[in-house]
């Protein structure tokens, strides 16, 4: 018995399913369920309750993932005193982002990264949803609410602003917008509201509780791209439309939003090599973008 069994165990306890922890471990789900298997004959005590839906902890599982975690915590620590990591950096980092600032700034310092270190592997998960680091979905998250518990550090990156934009061609074509009543008068887009992932990106209610979008995705980019189409009003990022002239922003007195981009890093790879290089990198890129001052 060894520490991979460990892995596979902790893997198929965070994920539920052999086959998303053979994804996590990169093997297939029979090689995992026969290391679990092994790991319970080896323990003489049963670990997971197998249904349809998947696998869950009996009470001795749920003891063990808290030794587990600890050897987990011991190994991480091991690595990165003992690998050599501070003369390069390479393995695998995984950052998981919201995907309005993933595609508008990750690429970039991402390139330049891997260039800087041939050994790094980066993978950029952009998603409109949360990222749990406990569960090792991710080994760096930026997210706009801070962590409210966990074993996690974090820290503020920058404050970005919204406004609502519409394209020069839209305004003309319809009567002027003025005052918030107007806006009943005109097309909106945003989210699907019951799919909202975190209340931070709730604008609509804040703007007016009368106001109803007639367009709605999950994703930020195709509001952006039915706003450029003509299709009506949409709250952006400003880092966002700053890159596309052709928008121009409608009421900003009166519809401005400030939200917070946090850095998360779960505590037990803070202190890796490779996630303190790509995060220094991260952080230091993504403030001076979002705060490049408008011509």
């Known amino acids: 018995m060894n520490w991979d069994d460990y892995r596979f165990f902790l893997a198929v306890a965070r994920t539920g399913k052999l086959s998303s922890a053979g994804q996590q471990l990169g093997v297939d789900h029979a090689t995992v369920g026969r290391r679990v298997k092994a790991l319970e004959e080896a323990l003489k005590v049963h670990l997971f309750d197998r249904s349809p839906q998947g696998y869950s902890l009996t009470d001795e599982g749920q003891k063990l993932v808290t030794m587990a975690e600890g050897m987990e915590t ?30 508008s ?9 891997c260039e800087q270190h041939p ?8 998603m409109p949803r949360t990222f749990s680091l406990t569960k090792r ?11 409210t518990s966990g074993r996690l550090k974090f820290r503020k990156i920058t404050d970005y602003t919204l406004h609502m934009y519409a394209t020069k061609e839209y305004l003309a074509k319809n009567p002027p917008i003025k005052e918030l009543a107007d806006l009943q008068r005109v097309r909106g887009i945003g989210y699907v509201s019951d799919l909202i992932y975190d209340k931070e990106l709730d604008y609509i209610p804040l703007i007016s509780p009368d106001a109803k979008p007639f367009l709605t995705s999950t994703s930020v980019h195709v509001q952006l791209e039915a706003a450029l189409a003509n299709g009506g009003l949409c709250v952006l990022h400003d880092f966002i439309a700053r890159r596309h002239p052709e928008l121009v922003r409608v009421m900003p007195e009166e519809v401005s939003f400030t939200r917070t981009f946090w850095y998360i890093v779960h505590e037990d790879y803070a202190k890796l090599h490779r996630i303190r290089v790509v995060s220094d990198a991260l952080i230091e890129h993504v403030r001076k973008r979002v705060n490049i001052k408008p011509d």
Do not use: H, N, W
């Open 74 to 103: 011991s190994a991480v620590a091991a690595q990165s005193e003992f690998s050599g990591e501070a003369d390069s950096v390479s393995g695998v980092v995984r950052i998981g982002a919201p995907e309005g600032m993933a595609t």
């Open 105 to 113: 700034m990750l690429a970039e310092v991402a390139v330049r990264l």
């Open 119 to 126: 050994k790094l592997e980066l993978q950029i998960v952009a």
């Open 137 to 147: 979905e991710a080994d760096i998250a930026i997210a706009v609410s801070a962590p």
